[in-house]
């Protein structure tokens, strides 16, 4: 009895030490990614996952013993790295205090904890396709992306802080995204920062160091491509038009008030007058900016006209409401955006299809209503989504493609069907957020898709950033986190699709493919 009891305590040691390490492992890895792009921790945390999961494979037998302690070991990681690198969305809980600080545990804790359930099933597969050789950091590269792949499509989807954006804070590196898309970049950053751990196992020195050669040699050929692609010729910006991107940085608990309607619209007006604006072709503003229903104020639309005097044209964010239609209670209200002519006339609108679950809908809204939650932004009732993703026609431009607040997180995902738009445009609100990570990392995801789709981006935010970006990712203008004022130029033109845009996952499929037969070619020789 006494071996038993001391046996199960140094099980249950062990296994405490090994949540903490993993919880710590994840945390330091999400330095890694926007802001900070502090590389090297990024290769910490996941060679620390080889580590772990060879302690699972040491501790335990094949079968639900295995199972469950990768399970533990891949949550608690996931748990550090996603509560390290989200902790940023508690500030939304505190714009309203008194209606949901005392939610602020669930979206800074909960949210992670569901989160982590993808890491945990990905060191089960891992554990499923594990050996002791080199191989396994295949194996663990290939669960990893794999479950990175399915988390941006399982319920509505989240693919934010993936491993491979790591990459994104690199130019050079990032332009292989207009081959494999992030999904792809997520396959080499997770191989590349394990590669090191493979050292910690059997085997010959050249055998242990292979995948970390093949590493360095796909890093080598990516900033050959990169630097190539850099150098091909830049298409030539859209003749006669200047843009004028307005940043007007109201504190986000001021925006929904209706009593503050003349301040905020006093100072769209005073921050889009800046010097040069008679040179403004088109006016873009962020989204949902008006504490009211634009097209039912008819002063708003005066004031719009005279702003655009004759001659501009604006594009802003703005919730639409339809009339109840029959058999309907209540109006129904879209999160989107508008374009507004120079005479004040409403010329068209696009509807926001991707909609953010508990800031514009609850999910499982008849329990949760039952106890007193709603969502984060304030409109008798729930936004609706629109039906599909549309073109955005917009006199004097090409067609856009629009991005409503986060709808530019998703990967092959951001493009209507039929004709392809020329340009992204990206409204969003990340006042909810401060001056956090969050809106950094929002917007290199937005920068992402310029460059896997080669398209330019045009993005206003409420609070930053707000920029210009060319089809390659490089930046023509920017206004930082926390400043107002406007951000001025050109469109930049589209180039061709790249193999991105025209293969989408196929080459994600390819690379997880040759990971999964090395994976199983190394357990079977184990």
């Given at each position: 009895?006494?071996?038993?009891?001391?046996?199960?305590?140094?099980?249950?040691?062990?296994?405490?030490?090994?949540?903490?390490?993993?919880?710590?492992?994840?945390?330091?890895?999400?330095?890694?990614?926007?802001?900070?792009?502090?590389?090297?921790?990024?290769?910490?945390?996941?060679?620390?996952?080889?580590?772990?999961?060879?302690?699972?494979?040491?501790?335990?037998?094949?079968?639900?013993?295995?199972?469950?302690?990768?399970?533990?070991?891949?949550?608690?990681?996931?748990?550090?790295?996603?509560?390290?690198?989200?902790?940023?969305?508690?500030?939304?809980?505190?714009?309203e205090p008194d209606q949901f600080a005392l939610l602020l545990p669930l979206?800074?804790?909960?949210?992670?904890?569901?989160?982590?359930?993808?890491?945990?099933?990905?060191?089960?597969?891992?554990?499923?396709?594990?050996?002791?050789?080199?191989?396994?950091?295949?194996?663990?590269?290939?669960?990893?992306?794999?479950?990175?792949?399915?988390?941006?499509?399982?319920?509505?989807?989240?693919?934010?802080?993936?491993?491979?954006?790591?990459?994104?804070?690199?130019?050079?590196?990032?332009?292989?995204?207009?081959?494999?898309?992030?999904?792809?970049?997520?396959?080499?950053?997770?191989?590349?920062?394990?590669?090191?751990?493979?050292?910690?196992?059997?085997?010959?020195?050249?055998?242990?160091?292979?995948?970390?050669?093949?590493?360095?040699?796909?890093?080598?050929?990516?900033?050959?491509?990169?630097?190539?692609?850099?150098?091909?010729?830049?298409?030539?910006?859209?003749?006669?038009?200047?843009?004028?991107?307005?940043?007007?940085?109201?504190?986000?608990?001021?925006?929904?008030?209706?009593?503050?309607?003349?301040?905020?619209?006093?100072?769209?007006?005073?921050?889009?007058?800046?010097?040069?604006?008679?040179?403004?072709?088109?006016?873009?503003?962020?989204?949902?900016?008006?504490?009211?229903?634009?097209?039912?104020?008819?002063?708003?639309?005066?004031?719009?006209?005279?702003?655009?005097?004759?001659?501009?044209?604006?594009?802003?964010?703005?919730?639409?409401?339809?009339?109840?239609?029959?058999?309907?209670?209540?109006?129904?209200?879209?999160?989107?955006?508008?374009?507004?002519?120079?005479?004040?006339?409403?010329?068209?609108?696009?509807?926001?299809?991707?909609?953010?679950?508990?800031?514009?809908?609850?999910?499982?809204?008849?329990?949760?209503?039952?106890?007193?939650?709603?969502?984060?932004?304030?409109?008798?009732?729930?936004?609706?989504?629109?039906?599909?993703?549309?073109?955005?026609?917009?006199?004097?431009?090409?067609?856009?493609?629009?991005?409503?607040?986060?709808?530019?997180?998703?990967?092959?995902?951001?493009?209507?069907?039929?004709?392809?738009?020329?340009?992204?445009?990206?409204?969003?609100?990340?006042?909810?957020?401060?001056?956090?990570?969050?809106?950094?990392?929002?917007?290199?995801?937005?920068?992402?898709?310029?460059?896997?789709?080669?398209?330019?981006?045009?993005?206003?935010?409420?609070?930053?950033?707000?920029?210009?970006?060319?089809?390659?990712?490089?930046?023509?203008?920017?206004?930082?986190?926390?400043?107002?004022?406007?951000?001025?130029?050109?469109?930049?033109?589209?180039?061709?699709?790249?193999?991105?845009?025209?293969?989408?996952?196929?080459?994600?499929?390819?690379?997880?493919?040759?990971?999964?037969?090395?994976?199983?070619?190394?357990?079977?020789?184990?």
């Amino acid at each position: 009895m006494m071996e038993k009891r001391t046996t199960g305590l140094a099980g249950t040691l062990a296994g405490w030490r090994a949540v903490i390490l993993g919880m710590v492992a994840g945390a330091i890895g999400s330095f890694a990614l926007a802001p900070y792009y502090f590389w090297p921790t990024l290769f910490i945390a996941m060679s620390t996952a080889i580590v772990m999961l060879d302690g699972v494979a040491a501790r335990t037998s094949k079968g639900r013993a295995r199972w469950r302690a990768a399970f533990i070991a891949g949550w608690s990681f996931g748990f550090g790295w996603f509560v390290a690198g989200l902790w940023w969305l508690g500030m939304a809980f505190l714009v309203e205090p008194d209606q949901f600080a005392l939610l602020l545990p669930l979206g800074v804790l909960g949210l992670p904890a569901v989160l982590a359930i993808f890491y945990g099933l990905a060191f089960v597969l891992a554990s499923v396709l594990w050996s002791s050789g080199p191989a396994r950091i295949a194996a663990f590269a290939f669960s990893l992306a794999l479950i990175e792949w399915i988390r941006g499509y399982v319920f509505t989807g989240f693919p934010w802080n993936m491993p491979g954006m790591a990459l994104a804070g690199s130019l050079t590196f990032s332009q292989t995204a207009s081959l494999i898309g992030a999904y792809g970049l997520n396959v080499i950053a997770i191989f590349a920062a394990a590669a090191p751990a493979a050292f910690l196992g059997p085997g010959s020195w050249i055998r242990r160091a292979g995948p970390l050669i093949a590493s360095a040699c796909v890093m080598v050929a990516m900033v050959g491509f990169g630097q190539w692609r850099l150098s091909q010729p830049t298409p030539p910006d859209r003749a006669g038009v200047m843009l004028r991107i307005m940043q007007p940085d109201v504190p986000q608990d001021a925006k929904f008030r209706p009593q503050n309607r003349d301040a905020i619209m006093a100072r769209y007006f005073s921050v889009s007058s800046a010097p040069g604006a008679e040179k403004v072709t088109h006016y873009i503003w962020p989204e949902s900016p008006f504490p009211f229903l634009l097209t039912r104020d008819a002063k708003a639309l005066e004031q719009i006209a005279d702003m655009l005097k004759g001659r501009a044209v604006l594009v802003t964010g703005a919730v639409r409401a339809r009339p109840v239609l029959p058999g309907e209670v209540s109006n129904a209200y879209f999160n989107g955006i508008q374009v507004i002519g120079s005479a004040g006339q409403v010329l068209g609108h696009a509807d926001k299809v991707h909609l953010v679950p508990f800031g514009e809908y609850l999910p499982l809204a008849d329990w949760l209503e039952a106890l007193g939650l709603r969502t984060f932004v304030p409109v008798p009732g729930v936004f609706t989504p629109g039906e599909k993703r549309v073109a955005l026609p917009v006199p004097g431009l090409p067609d856009a493609a629009p991005l409503i607040c986060y709808e530019a997180i998703f990967p092959g995902k951001v493009l209507p069907d039929g004709a392809r738009p020329l340009w992204l445009l990206n409204v969003t609100n990340d006042a909810w957020f401060g001056i956090t990570p969050g809106p950094h990392q929002h917007f290199a995801q937005a920068r992402l898709r310029s460059i896997e789709e080669g398209l330019p981006l045009v993005r206003a935010a409420n609070n930053g950033i707000s920029a210009i970006v060319d089809s390659f990712g490089r930046f023509r203008a920017q206004l930082n986190l926390g400043e107002t004022g406007t951000v001025d130029g050109p469109l930049p033109g589209a180039i061709d699709p790249p193999i991105f845009t025209q293969m989408q996952s196929f080459p994600l499929m390819l690379m997880l493919v040759l990971l999964g037969v090395i994976a199983l070619l190394g357990r079977h020789f184990d």
